[in-house]
């Protein structure tokens, strides 16, 4: 190779390689996405929920708590959490509410209504599937699992499609008018990797939500799995939710 | 109190009202709006006019030879449209490009833009060019100044008009045309197959999908043609050629049967089938889309032109006559497709995934995801067209007298 051949080359070489490793570096981004703390090892986690649904009182202390930690906007469109409350009908009607929308808790009880047989508050949140739909659909990899199991939303990279929300059986995403991208539920990420509890849970005087890692063994979830007959949400669409269920009712999807 | 922008509280409060039922929280936004019923609509019309284009090249259907130029013009109009109202709708538009430089494999949508571009670069204006290259190569020689640079440009600096070169035009057109079906059939099945695979809508996740958006997409994209070439002979005061014209409504009919027997399966299928999602469904038919699906969408998109168009064909109307009865009718399924991506798009959003509600969609007049934009788009195409067809008139070879090549 001659000098002239070479500085061609060189020439072209330089600016390709910038290029190409700009571009790798951008495609990687959704492989090591959330910051954690130094020492953290997502590999040895694999995160879920419990849900004991005769402990929920209906209190919404989680939506508020999770509103304020996560910046959810306050308007009632926006939830990364939410309670529905069901009542069962003696004729075998049911009837649903999302009690968390409601712009403030009523100031007397309500009148009990004779035709109630059975009525039960359902917390809901992100599946944190396994198999999650959204992470499927996302056009541009903004969308992602983490090792330990959770389904998070990289707000830099999102276009704002709204695919994922469009995939969600569960309703469980919106976006946010804020940041003009796809939001949800992260578990409390920047909590959990930090060895603290979600929000959400934190707030739970019933304890009607159980946090805990499913590759634990002597963890509190694995328990909760152990001695409760569990259900999952719509268990059909294969979606493989980790936020666990215990005596659930049929009515609820 | 978090900011959120005015124009979007208010109209979440009000579809808010309008809930019937329980929905989640999170249902009450519509996320695909009007936008979106746009972007199916303009892509179907590109394939549509598109394969009504092919049939003259690969299936050497002779009387469509007069609309030839017209329906790729048509398709390369609304091709240039097809991507604004996504781009429009996107939270950041900006990133718009990150589909290009990172598109995740697993997603139905990343391989959009790759498709888009495909058929626009690789086939559309192929084509296009190996059709126009001799008039543009006339053109150039015949005018001056800014006009000649233009035309020289256009035809590529390309001046070869020996017969070889001409027989090969033909050729590689043709062997694009090939290409160009399967193109077609997979820019539009393509976008049957985003709402299609979707397996938490059951009013979206359907087999069916891509290929009943494929039909309708033939249904439109032959009507637009048709009433594009029946508005311009009224506006020109030109004779319409009426060989072509009944040769076209033939095979509109045919596209119509095929997409009314698609659509009738999918229903007939649901019902049949009874699932656990055909409760809301039916509601959802029945107060939401009732008029949109049963009376715009059914009766006067579809039955009414397929009966106008078996009466054209069984009694003998005077040319004048059926003139009208096929201006009318293309107008009518172009209203009626319309309305059939409304149906699909925002009818998937108007019912809960929890199965119990109804949601309500009210549609801004005015900002960015509003009717104005939505009509400002459906108007571009025929600005571009006219442009198009002051560029490359369609017509230009039949007054030229045969060049002897120097």
Redesign the interface.
């Known amino acids: 190779m001659n000098k002239r051949d070479f500085l061609k080359d060189a020439i072209l070489f330089f600016p390709a390689a910038a290029t190409l490793q700009a571009l790798a570096k951008d495609a990687q981004g959704a492989a090591e996405p959330a910051e954690t703390p130094a020492g953290y090892d997502a590999t040895k986690h694999w995160y879920g929920m419990g849900i004991d649904v005769d402990k929920c009182i209906g209190c919404n202390r989680c939506v508020e708590a999770c509103k304020v930690e996560n910046d959810v906007p306050e308007e009632p469109f926006f939830f990364r959490t939410w309670i529905e409350r069901y009542q069962i009908h003696a004729n075998g009607e049911t009837t649903v509410e999302c009690i968390s929308t409601r712009a403030a808790p009523p100031e007397q009880a309500e009148p009990e209504d004779p035709t109630v047989v059975r009525t039960f508050f359902v917390p809901k949140l992100c599946n944190q599937c396994a198999h999650p739909p959204c992470v499927q659909v996302c056009p541009v990899g903004a969308t992602f699992q983490t090792q330990d199991g959770v389904v998070l939303v990289d707000a830099e990279r999102c276009i704002g499609c709204r695919y994922c929300i469009q995939a969600c059986p569960y309703g469980a995403r919106y976006l946010n008018p804020k940041t003009r991208t796809a939001d949800k539920c992260t578990f409390c990420y920047h909590r959990i990797t930090e060895g603290l509890l979600p929000a959400c849970v934190e707030v739970c005087p019933t304890e009607a939500r159980i946090f805990g890692d499913l590759k634990g063994r002597a963890d509190r979830l694995v328990r909760f799995h152990r001695v409760n007959p569990i259900s999952v949400l719509k268990p059909d669409l294969n979606t493989e939710p980790k936020v666990l269920y215990a005596k659930l009712d049929g009515e609820v999807r | 109190?978090?900011?959120?922008?005015e124009s979007?509280?208010e109209q979440?409060s009000h579809q808010?009202e309008q809930v019937i039922g329980?929905?989640?929280?999170?249902?009450?936004?519509t996320?695909?709006a009007i936008l979106i019923v746009v972007y199916p609509y303009i892509t179907g019309i590109v394939a549509g006019a598109f394969i009504l284009a092919s049939l003259v090249k690969v299936f050497n259907v002779v009387e469509v030879q007069p609309i030839y130029r017209l329906a790729l013009l048509t398709a390369l109009a609304f091709m240039l449209v097809a991507g604004m109202p996504?781009q429009l709708?996107?939270?950041?538009p900006l990133?718009?490009y990150?589909?290009f430089?990172?598109?995740?494999p697993?997603?139905?949508?990343?391989m959009?833009g790759f498709v888009y571009l495909w058929y626009l670069l690789g086939i559309l204006l192929i084509e296009i060019w190996f059709e126009y290259r001799q008039q543009l190569v006339l053109m150039a020689r015949q005018s001056r100044g800014l006009m000649k640079g233009v035309y020289s440009a256009l035809s590529l600096f390309s001046r070869d008009l020996s017969p070889e070169a001409l027989a090969f035009d033909k050729k590689a057109s043709k062997f694009v045309t090939i290409i160009g079906i399967p193109s077609a059939f997979l820019l539009h099945g393509y976008v049957g197959f985003?709402f299609g695979?979707?397996?938490?809508?059951p009013w979206w996740g359907s087999v069916l999908m891509p290929i009943v958006f494929l039909m309708s997409a033939i249904v439109s994209g032959i009507a637009m043609v048709m009433f594009i070439y029946i508005l311009l002979s009224l506006l020109r005061n030109e004779k319409l050629d009426m060989r072509c014209l009944d040769k076209i409504g033939l095979f509109l009919l045919v596209a119509i049967i095929v997409d009314f027997a698609l659509e009738a399966l999918d229903y007939i299928h649901r019902l049949y089938q009874s699932e656990e999602s055909i409760g809301i469904l039916t509601e959802l038919v029945s107060y939401r889309l009732f008029t949109s699906l049963v009376v715009v969408q059914l009766l006067l998109g579809m039955l009414l032109p397929l009966l106008i168009l078996v009466l054209v064909r069984s009694v003998r109307f005077n040319e004048e006559l059926r003139k009208l009865l096929y201006f009318t009718s293309s107008l009518l399924l172009l209203l009626g497709i319309f309305s059939m991506r409304w149906n699909v798009v925002i009818g998937g959003?108007l019912y809960?995934?929890?199965?119990?509600g109804l949601m309500a969609y009210k549609m801004e007049l005015t900002g960015i995801e509003s009717l104005m934009t939505a009509l400002l788009l459906l108007a571009l195409p025929f600005i571009i067209l006219t442009v198009l067809f002051r560029l490359l008139p369609p017509r230009w070879m039949d007054n030229q007298v045969p060049v002897a090549v120097p």
Request: net charge positive.
């Open positions: 109190m978090s900011a959120i922008p979007l509280h979440l808010l329980f929905i989640y929280p999170n249902e009450v936004e996320q695909w996504l709708h996107l939270g950041h990133r718009a990150e589909i430089m990172t598109p995740q697993t997603s139905a949508m990343a959009f985003i695979s979707v397996k938490a809508n959003q809960s995934k929890s199965f119990r």
